[in-house]
């Protein structure tokens, strides 16, 4: 301000030394020059001092005064009204008087100061010369301080200012310039995502964070920052997802980092639950996702929403065809998982127990038998996920109509999932069992019902004929118990000890040799629903044990020796005679021993043999296989006596076992539909399910012709066959028991005790119904009734019935031959019908003779001399030790004889008769008197009342 | 007409078991017969049911391939571990023949003459029967004449029986020509075919030949399956009809 003030005074000097100076120079001539226009007036005017000294004074006062009076006007006002010339003409000549007196006065006084004037201007004009100058140089002196200030003060500050703003902005810069990197990172960030670095990408995102802590004062930082924590968010979710991957298939590279890198996080625990997590989801995901997929396959129209659907549901819309594929791509699937599981167990296991020094050990640590335990938890639950998704899947379908080999793949994958099960943690998968159980349960029962109405039909077809067989024949030589081969003869004869050592052996085997059978490392690549099935497509299922019996196997195994010859004779035409002979010899003593089987026969056992291979793979069913074992048993049991023992001959024979009794009923009840009464409530479909109508016999057996003898031929191969189908139900017995828990063996034993065993009892109504037709006893006794006891000498001859009943016993005797030449008869066959035969021609002979109403002593004799001839006659027809009831007819005859007293208790001993026989003996007595007779009678018939 | 009656007999049924079960299972039992419906409209369906039942023998020398043949038609696969059949195996297929569901009850019968006697108490009532002879053998063709004799006496003299020579897959090993064995048939009024048990070739077409002819003989009068010993049957017993209906329906009990 100073400078501009002064800028402009100098300007002002400036203009002034412009102005003055002309004027000055001006002054200066005129002053100098002045003098003449002075003295132009002096000659004009010559005047008297004096004079003029008093005219001055006359001067009125009014013309001194200054203050702009007009004096023309006041002359003028003086004058009088009227004018007078000379008046006016004297003042003019006054007042020009006065002029000229002031005039020069004035005139005077100018001349006498003039020099005065003169100096004084003089020193004026130095006096502004040197002012003049001193502007100048205050002038040149500003103008040059002014530069001075502009070029040199103003230039410096600012740069001074400058330079700092600079290094400011240096610093700014690389701020910027980090910030800027920081943003890139972002960027970096996602590459190393994608490139599934997840490590670095942390290490890189925590760096990143520090520095953004550092930089938090600039407003965008803060926005960075929160970004920065989003990636590292989004970081963690991809982790998570790379996490979610080791589950399906596990990449131990991939996984290590993924472990780095929550290790980095320092979330390791929460990794950990995730990874569990990650596994329940996975398990969940693969399975509904291939279920779906068949699901959706199979359904084709695609107008259901499966999706939408719960795995439960979904299960239940499975075909039946695409079943087992699906099962097998489930269990792949899960499968893998367990397999990464177990491989991430094993990676975890592998690390070595201080990885870190950096963090403490005893973080280490708590952290590693965190994971330790949590993993070992989570084999468990996963095994839990697995099994619960198998399951569920296993009961949505209904299998019993499948195929045995089809069903049987079913089982072995379940089977196998059960064995990886036990192998992964130990757990004996009471779901899956439960599942094989029921699914087992419900096709075996299926199956079985199939079984059940075609042995119905075979029973039915069946013509009761001898199925040739080699004599040693037994279940073993069927193909359908090859399979069972090694148990028996790799172990010596003891088959309880076999079976227990097989079974160890094989308990053994799956405890040590096979723990790691599937996840071992080597072994671990290879998937166990893999290549296993493409062999077993082919084969049976049962192949390989088959392939060591070559021997056995071929194509005769089952001719009996001695037709094996025959055909070799056929063949060759080789020398007969010699052979023949042998061949007679050897056929008459093997046809005692050979097996007598049925075609039916051969088909139970086929079936059970069947029944005995799906029981190997259809374990926890076992005790349910076995009874449907029981049931063929006993419906073949049934049907023989149904068929051959029901005849009502024999029915109220008391000597029938009273528990094969039982045990047909027990069968009747349980197994057999009742028939349709009309009238009756409809049957409950629910409980006649289970049982079967019973069967009717084929119209081709003759039972009742008695050229035939009543089908004895039949009856024979019936029962015969029956006992030996017994026969192989107890050399089965042994591996029976073995497959089923030692809970269940009770009933088993109770089947062998009261249905097995009772077999060779059967054969008693089946042979009797022969004996109680062979002889027509109805004839003899009316024989017997015309006889005459009352004879009173001792007859040498005895009675022409014995000679008609021995006749009819030849008769019998010879079609007994008959029959042994179609089918072998062996000694306990002919031995029973003998022995029953005779036992009810004993009691004929009692009944006979306690239809005499009068005896004599003689009388008894002679009944004593036919028994005699009988039995004589009978032993040269049959030899029979000893004979049955003999003490029946003897004893009967020579009660005759005892005195009162003992007869008395010889009544009360003897049940065996009946009260009629017993009061004719009473009766036909001679030698007691009336009163005993009486006595006695009451006796009998009070004891009959008891017995009542 | 058949079917008309089938139908009010399962609608029955169901009217009764639901008033024992409740509503649910009343629906759930028509749902059954929706599942019903739905599968006698597709074209070949085991569950069907069945028109008729035929009982069919397979007779024919020792070796000839029989059981082969029939572990062919049912398992359609060839059975590699085959050995000589003791007695008489069985086997039953469901087929559809013209139109008609037919149960065919298949009696295997064993070759070996030692088990003829055997084998003979299943001739009685068959309706058909294949007679196998071996293509590669002259002697399982020479033996015809005594099986066919065996077949008409046995079986019933109106028998249908169909020729079959098997092995036609080893035809550099024939022994028997196609031409010889056609006259064979013709002579002898059978029907006769040549097919492999090994490859599968027309081993279904047997059956299938002889149940249309039964069934053919049926609709001209010729068989009555009413007789006794036909060895046809129409359908099962009522009995059986009732449970196969209601385990039919009882399927989607199960499957809950």
Redesign the interface.
């Given at each position: 301000m100073t400078d501009l003030e002064s800028s402009k005074q100098s300007g002002v000097l400036l203009q002034q030394d412009s102005f003055s100076s002309p004027v000055e120079e001006d002054i200066n001539h005129d002053l100098f020059t002045g003098a003449p226009a002075v003295t132009k007036y002096k000659p004009t005017v010559a005047s008297n001092p004096h004079e003029d000294q008093e005219i001055l004074e006359g001067i009125e006062d009014i013309y001194y005064n200054t203050e702009g009076y007009d004096t023309s006007h006041y002359e003028l006002q003086k004058l009088p009204e009227e004018l007078e010339l000379e008046k006016i003409d004297r003042d003019r000549t006054r007042l020009r008087k006065q002029l000229q007196v002031v005039s020069k006065k004035v005139s005077d006084l100018v001349l006498q100061n003039h020099p005065a004037y003169a100096t004084e201007l003089q020193r004026v004009m130095e006096l502004q010369k040197s002012l003049q100058l001193a502007s100048v140089i205050c002038a040149n002196g500003r103008r040059q301080l002014s530069t001075a200030r502009d070029t040199f003060t103003s230039a410096s500050l600012n740069m001074l200012a400058n330079y700092r703003k600079r290094q400011q902005l240096v610093g700014l810069l690389k701020s910027l310039r980090t910030i800027k990197t920081l943003q890139r990172t972002d960027v970096r960030l996602r590459e190393m995502m994608e490139e599934e670095d997840y490590c670095s990408a942390i290490q890189l995102c925590q760096e990143c964070q520090k520095i953004a802590v550092t930089y938090r004062h600039f407003n965008c930082i803060s926005e960075l920052s929160t970004k920065l924590q989003d990636t590292l968010v989004m970081i963690e979710e991809q982790l998570d997802v790379a996490l979610s991957k080791a589950c399906g298939t596990f990449n131990m590279v991939h996984y290590e980092k993924v472990q780095r890198a929550y290790r980095l996080l320092g979330k390791t625990q929460t990794a950990m639950d995730q990874l569990l997590m990650h596994f329940s989801s996975a398990i969940h995901n693969t399975a509904f996702q291939i279920v779906l997929g068949y699901v959706a396959l199979c359904s084709g129209t695609g107008r259901e929403n499966f999706h939408k659907l719960q795995y439960t549901e979904l299960c239940?819309n499975l075909t039946q065809e695409s079943f087992t594929p699906c099962l097998i791509d489930l269990c792949k699937a899960l499968w893998e998982v367990m397999r990464s599981y177990r491989k991430t167990i094993r990676w975890h296991e592998s690390q070595p127990k201080k990885t870190s020094e950096e963090s403490t050990h005893s973080d280490v640590e708590v952290d590693q038998d965190y994971i330790h335990q949590k993993l070992e938890h989570g084999l468990t639950r996963i095994w839990q996920d697995v099994q619960s998704k198998v399951k569920v899947y296993v009961l949505?379908?209904?299998l019993?109509?499948f195929?045995l080999e089809e069903f049987i793949r079913v089982l072995d994958l379940i089977n196998r999932m059960i064995v990886i099960g036990e192998e992964f943690c130990g757990s004996k998968s009471e779901g899956l069992q439960d599942s094989l159980k029921q699914q087992s349960l419900?096709y075996f029962k299926n199956h079985h019902r199939y079984r059940m109405d075609?042995l119905r039909?075979?029973l039915e077809?069946?013509?009761?004929?001898?199925?040739?067989?080699k004599s040693s024949f037994t279940y073993q030589h069927?193909?359908e118990f090859k399979f069972m081969k090694h148990w028996t003869r790799a172990e010596g004869k003891d088959a309880m000890g076999v079976n227990s050592n097989h079974v160890q052996k094989v308990q053994v085997a799956s405890e040590k040799g096979e723990e790691l059978r599937y996840f071992q490392e080597k072994t671990e690549d290879h998937n166990p629903f893999d290549t296993q099935y493409i062999d077993d497509d082919k084969e049976?299922f049962f192949a390989g044990s088959?392939e060591e019996d070559d021997n056995d196997?071929d194509?005769?195994?089952?001719?009996p020796e001695e037709?094996k010859q025959d055909y070799i004779d056929e063949l060759t035409g080789e020398a007969k005679s010699n052979r023949n002979l042998k061949r007679r010899i050897s056929r008459q003593r093997n046809q005692k021993n050979i097996p007598i089987v049925?075609?039916t026969t051969?088909?139970v056992l086929?079936v059970l043999g069947k029944y005995m291979q799906m029981m190997t793979v259809l374990k926890p069913i076992a005790f349910d296989v076995i009874l449907c074992m029981s049931q063929l048993f006993d419906y073949y049991l049934y049907t023989v006596y149904t068929f051959f023992g029901a005849d009502m001959y024999v029915i109220h024979e008391r000597t029938i076992n009273t528990r094969l009794q039982m045990t047909l009923q027990r069968i009747r009840s349980n197994l057999i539909?009742e028939s349709?009464v009309p009238g009756a409530p409809?049957i409950n479909?629910e409980d006649?399910?289970e049982k079967i109508?019973p069967p009717h016999v084929?119209?081709?057996v003759d039972i009742h012709s008695t050229d035939r003898l009543f089908g004895l031929a039949e009856r024979v191969v019936a029962a015969e066959s029956l006992v030996f189908l017994a026969k192989q139900f107890s050399l089965l017995h042994p591996h029976l028991e073995s497959m089923i828990p030692s809970s269940k063996k009770a009933f088993l034993q109770q089947f062998y005790t009261q249905t097995v065993e009772m077999a060779c009892e059967l054969r008693k109504p089946v042979y009797w119904t022969v004996s109680a037709r062979a002889v027509d006893y109805d004839v003899i006794l009316s024989h017997m009734n015309n006889v005459r006891w009352d004879v009173k000498e001792i007859m040498s001859l005895h009675n022409p019935y014995v000679d008609v009943l021995v006749k009819n016993l030849e008769f019998f005797n010879q079609r007994l031959l008959d029959v042994g030449r179609r089918v072998p008869l062996t000694k306990s066959v002919s031995d029973l019908v003998w022995e029953h035969c005779v036992r009810l021609i004993n009691r004929v002979f009692v009944e006979g003779f306690s239809g005499a109403k009068k005896c004599s002593n003689e009388g008894r004799a002679l009944m004593q001399l036919d028994f005699q001839q009988f039995l004589m006659k009978l032993d040269t027809i049959v030899n029979i030790r000893p004979i049955p009831e003999k003490d029946l007819v003897e004893g009967y005859i020579k009660a005759y004889y005892l005195p009162e007293n003992q007869l008395d208790s010889w009544i009360q001993e003897h049940k065996e008769y009946s009260n009629k026989q017993l009061l004719a003996l009473i009766n036909s007595v001679d030698h007691i008197n009336k009163k005993a007779r009486q006595r006695l009678v009451t006796i009998i018939e009070e004891s009959d009342r008891n017995r009542r | 007409m058949y079917k008309t009656v089938d139908w009010s007999s399962r609608t029955a049924t169901c009217h009764?078991?639901s008033r024992r079960c409740g509503i649910l299972d009343y629906v759930r039992r028509w749902y059954g017969i929706l599942d019903y419906v739905r599968t006698t409209l597709a074209p070949t369906v085991?569950r069907l049911p069945r028109d008729f039942l035929f009982k069919f023998l397979v007779i024919g020398s020792a070796g000839t391939g029989k059981s082969c043949i029939l572990h062919q038609f049912i398992?359609n696969k060839f059975k590699q571990?085959s050995?000589?059949t003791?007695?008489?195996?069985?086997g039953s297929k469901v087929v559809n023949v013209g139109g008609k569901s037919v149960k065919l009850?298949i009696?295997d019968t064993a070759g070996?003459e030692?088990?003829r006697?055997?084998t003979?108490?299943?001739y009685?009532g068959a309706a058909g029967a294949l007679l196998v002879y071996d293509i590669t053998s002259r002697e399982t063709y020479n033996a015809l004449t005594n099986w066919l004799t065996d077949a008409r006496t046995l079986a019933s003299p109106n028998i249908v029986i169909i020729l079959v020579g098997n092995k036609s897959d080893l035809e550099t090993e024939r022994e028997v020509t196609f031409l010889e064995a056609s006259r064979f048939a013709q002579e002898n009024e059978l029907m006769f075919l040549e097919t492999s048990a090994l490859t599968g070739e027309n081993v279904e077409e047997t059956f299938l030949k002889c149940a249309r002819q039964i069934l053919t003989k049926i609709e001209l009068g010729e068989l009555d399956p009413e007789r006794?010993?036909s060895g046809i049957q129409y359908g099962d017993t009522s009995?059986?009809r009732?449970?196969k209906d209601?385990?039919a329906i009882r399927?989607p009990d199960?499957?809950?």
């Open positions: 239940k949505g379908t209904d019993s109509s195929k419900n075609e039909m075979f077809n069946e013509g009761w004929e001898l199925c040739p067989v069927l193909m049976d088959w196997s194509s005769d195994s089952d001719v037709l049925t075609n051969l088909n086929r539909v349709p409809p479909p006649e399910r109508p084929s119209p081709i | 009764v078991s085991p398992e571990d050995n000589h003791i007695g008489v195996e069985f009850q009696w070996q030692r088990f006697s055997v003979r108490s299943y009685r006794m010993g009995m059986r009732i449970q209601t385990s399927k199960c499957a809950c």
